[in-house]
């Protein structure tokens, strides 16, 4: 959503510069990518050091809330509106980390005001502290004025989401009752708020009956569902209990993950606070097969992984807001085939079973008012229609290994066969290892580099070597969703190029620029005609031109 609005702000020319902030890395990642299908050059830092760095051949910048909020951000936009005359939009993704009374709400305030667009999006609008959200706008009883709201059931019903079913794990627990001054066996629907808080250690130990059971369940009913053809992927998330400090909470999850190890003999993903790396294993296990993810607050609120559709909680929640960002990494669907419901497995113990049945209700509400297809009366609909790329029916295509996409739509970027290698340049190309590698290659690798952030830090030789080692080519690691749309993407980038280009060196006069930069140099008369007649690669030349020419100016 981030991505496709900031892009619709550079084409119609009313920024330019879009400014994304997202409170993890995990969401910086998947809004960079997302930016990359439309042709947007992205990066992840506003500035480098204490310096303000022009910017010429980057439209939109993504990165962490907590580096986005800050006196130098404040400073850097002030200063480009100020010295170039800049128009900034802001997209603030889960905003209701921002209060008020925080300083990352009071910088995102003085942000927003030195910007011409805003936009702050939330699943969540609103906050246990019940302190006001930074940016937004209340009426006089206190409730969000929101521009544009998507319930949960008008996301079910829209079928945007998958509806929720919750598994309850019913069980009783041994305790000694101070007020009857003997031991008691309660089930756990029967427990009281005080009760609870006194045996959670008993409750929530790894090898207790609690635990074991909800692994259990969860295993069971995941491999019954990877059988079918549809989710041989399919996986499942487990949300263990937080510790008093990250590394107590890490330790936590490890005593998880053995249980799961012993209990299933499957070794599940592991994703800590204290981990280096923690990125890069969700984003391993987003594209892999691999059926449990063990995590305390890793896998949250904007965490992507779709194939994901099952939830263990392993802990006791109070806050309604996170019960709803937990259940949300679950009911993402994968397209109209998939009508499978999201499943929680969970012990019936208020609140938090109170808020899992109306999340169930809510799903059902949303169910009864879906409508069935106009064309075969039925829903889902089953209408079988002839593939627009294969020409068959059904569609024939070869789907990618990583996302089970068909392989013109996938969106997987990297390659696990890349590896860092030294090479060296010379006249004509460059060698690395015992291999030549001709420029053609080398420029191919720019733009490889160009359209997927992961390969910037590549050295090109390197990256051109492996596309020619291994028979490699720019459209698979395109992240565009077929080729034409990849064509289309290209000529908005080319008009956004030219407008820029216009500013700094005509004197905002796009004609002139047009005239002077494209029709002479490429023997065409106007956009229309690029847009019937010129391939993608055509378009490339364009817009690479148009980029040396930007560079250029800066200099």
Known sequence: MAAMIAAEWLQQNIVDHVIIAAPWKPVVASIEKSCSQFQMSVRRNLFYGSGFQHMPSWEATVLTTKSACSSKTIEAIQNWRRTEGWRFGLIIDEIHHNSTAGSWGSYAEIIAEQCEYLVAMSGTPFRTDKMPIATIKYNAERKIVSHFRLSYAEGVEEGYVRDVAVSWIRGSVNFFDKEENKSVEKSYEELTVKEVAEVQDQLLDAKGELVSATILAVHEDLMKLRSTAEYQDAAALFVCRPGAD??????????????????????????????????????????????????????????????????????????????????????????????????????????????????????????????????????????????????????????????????????????????????????????????????????????????????????????????????????????????????????????????????????????????????????????????????????????????????????
Not at 261 to 282: R, S
Not at 427 to 446: C, T
Not at 467 to 483: H, N
């Open 246 to 555: 990250s590394s107590e909470s890490d330790k936590r999850v490890y005593k998880i993950a053995k249980q799961i190890k012993l209990l299933t003999g499957v070794d599940p993903e592991v994703v800590t606070h204290q981990d280096q790396n923690a990125e890069g294993k969700i984003e391993a296990f987003r594209r892999g097969k691999s059926p449990y993810i063990v995590a305390v607050n890793m896998i949250s609120e904007g965490c992507d992984i779709p194939r994901l559709i099952k939830v263990g909680i392993l802990r006791l929640i109070d806050s309604s807001m996170l019960v709803r960002q937990i259940v949300g990494r679950v009911i993402r669907r994968r397209g109209d085939w998939d009508t499978h419901a999201a499943t929680v497995y969970a012990p019936r113990i208020s609140p938090m079973a109170d808020e899992l049945e109306e999340l169930y209700e809510e799903g059902r509400a949303g169910l009864e008012l879906r409508k069935p297809c106009p064309e075969c009366s039925r829903l889902p609909c089953v209408c079988v229609r002839v593939c627009p790329s294969c020409g068959e029916e059904p569609c024939t295509c070869p789907r990618c290994d990583f996302c089970g996409r068909k392989v013109w739509q996938c969106a997987c970027e990297s390659d696990p066969r890349f590896h860092y290698i030294d090479a060296e340049a010379e006249a004509d190309g460059g060698r690395f290892s015992s291999l030549d590698v001709e420029q053609p290659y080398i420029e191919k690798a720019k733009e490889v580099a160009f359209h997927n952030a992961q390969f910037r830090s590549l050295n090109p030789i390197l990256t051109g070597g492996l596309l020619k080692a291994a028979g490699l080519s720019l459209k698979e690691f395109s992240t565009s969703t077929s080729p034409e749309q990849d064509r289309r993407n290209l000529i908005k980038k080319a008009e956004r190029l030219c407008r820029r280009l216009a500013q700094l060196r005509y004197e905002n006069d796009e004609r002139i620029c047009f005239a002077k930069e494209v029709i002479v140099r490429f023997d065409v008369d106007n956009w229309t005609e690029i847009r019937k007649r010129f391939s993608g690669s055509s378009v490339q030349r364009i817009v690479t031109h148009l980029q040396h020419e930007i560079e250029k100016e800066w200099k």
